[in-house]
């Protein structure tokens, strides 16, 4: 199990992805389409495998209409890029917490072995 060839691979497929910029940790100052890995929980697989549970980030437009304009327009190919890394599971729009305000982002999660 090699992590950092599967962050490798997940910010390789991300800039695959139309107006997608992957970076392998979280940038300073996050622009709309900036996406980065979280590793997540490993789970046994059969013998000494272990399937690993990525998080995928994608900022978003930090307005709500440009948010959802901006995931309708870009989930489709952003699945279409992650799927050759991994499996994807989930996927689910999130608020991040930042002072007094609230940050969007979309949250893919997928497994990988």
Known sequence: MDLAA?????VDALSSAPDVTGHAF???KPRVGDAWPLLGPMERADGWAFTVLW?????LPQDGPGSSG???RHVNELVDALTPVGFVERIEPLTIPDGDN????LQFQLRSE
């Open 6 to 10: 599967g962050r490798q691979a997940l």
């Open 26 to 28: 979280r940038p300073a």
């Open 55 to 59: 998080r995928v980030l994608v900022w």
């Open 70 to 72: 901006w995931v309708e």
């Open 102 to 105: 609230e940050r969007f982002a």
